[in-house]
C-alpha cells in the first residue's frame, strides 16, 4: 500500500507551525487498531482531547480514510496514519501512551476466551513494536481476553528487556463505568457522583464489583447485590446479545477516560485514581485489577482492596481460580 504516514490532512501550504506548543500539557498517543469498532470512536474522541499534541492511528486495513476524515477536525491534535506491518515502528516511534484496541471481538455465544486464539498473536506483534521503538510508553491494553493478554504483553517485555510492570495496564474501566450506571439507575442517583470500585479482572466471574464500597455510601438488599453484580459481570455479554456486535461506543467513552486519567498522571496531576488490571501484589496472582494511582511513571500505587463483605470474599474466590488460569495461559503462549 502507498506510504501515507506523514499525510496530516492539510495542502502543505501552510505557514509556520503557530500552534500553542504542548510542552508539558502535549502529549503523543497512538492508537493500535485505530480503524475498528472501538479505535474509530476512540480515534475521534483522543482528537478532541487538549491533552494530545499528536495522534498516531494505526490498523492493518482503512487507516487512510479514517485519518483524512478524523483529521479535518479543527482540534489542537496533528493526526498521522500508518497502515500495515511495515509502517508498525514507525507509528510507535517516540510515543508517550500506546492504546491498544486491535483484534477480533465477541459474537454471540462466544466467552471472551474463545478470542484468544487469534488476539493472543495480535497482541505478541504490536507490544514487540512498542519494546523496539517506545519501550518508556505508557501501554492500555484492550484487546481480549485482557485477563490473558496483559500477562502476554508482560512477557514479551520481559524477553525484549523492558518490562516496566508500572507502564502496562489492562483497561477494565467499562467494567467500572457500567457499574456506575446501574447502580445509579437502581438507587435514583445521577451517575455522575457514583463511584464503583470494580476489581479482580475482566470476563464473568473476574469482574468483582465492590457494592459494600459504593461512594456514596449505598445499602443493598440481597436482591440488589445479586441484580448487579450480575448485570455488571454480563454487560458485555449484554451487548453482544442486543446484535449489534459487542461494545464499541461505550468501550471507546470508557478508553477515552482512562488515556486521559493517565495522561494527566504523567502530566503531574494528583489523586488520580483509576481501576485496571495490573502487576500487582495485592493477591497472590501475579496480576490483578484493583485502584491504583496514576503518576508521571504510571501506576505510582496500588491500593490494598479495603474491607470485603463474605459475599465479595466469595466472589474473590471464584475470580482468582478463573485468573489464574486465565493468567498461565497469556504466559505460557509467549514461553512455548
Ligand atoms: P473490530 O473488529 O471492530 O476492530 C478491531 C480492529 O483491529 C480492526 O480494525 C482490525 O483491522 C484491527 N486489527 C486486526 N489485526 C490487527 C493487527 N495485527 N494490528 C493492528 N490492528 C489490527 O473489533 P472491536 O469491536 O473494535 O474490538 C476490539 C477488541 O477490543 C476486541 O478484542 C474486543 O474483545 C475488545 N474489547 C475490550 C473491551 C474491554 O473492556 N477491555 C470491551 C469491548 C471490546
Redesign the pocket.
Known sequence: PPSFSHMEGSSGLGRADCRAKGGSTGFKVAI??A?????QPLSLLMKMNPLVSVLHL?????TPGVTADISHMDTGAVVRGFLGQQQLEEALTGMDLVII??????KPGMT?DD?FNI?AG?VK??CEGIAKCCPNAIVNL???P?NSTVPIAAEVFKKAGTFDPNRLLG??M??AVRANTFVAEVMGLDPREVDVPVIGG?AGVTILPLLSQVKPPCSFTQKEIDYLTNRIQNG?TEVVEAGA????LS?AY?AVQFADACLRGLRGDADIVRCAFVASHVTELPFFASKVRLGRCGVEEIYPLGPLNEYERVGLEKAKKELETSIGKGVAFVKK
Not at 456486535?245 to 464499541?248: I, K, N, W
Open positions: 493500535l487498531g480503524a475498528g469498532g472501538i479505535g494505526y490498523d492493518v486495513v482503512n484496541p486491535a483484534g477480533v471481538p465477541r471472551r478470542l488476539n495480535i506483534t504490536l484492550i484487546s481480549n485482557v483497561v477494565t467499562l467494567d475482566h458485555g456486535g459487542s461494545a464499541t468501550m470508557a
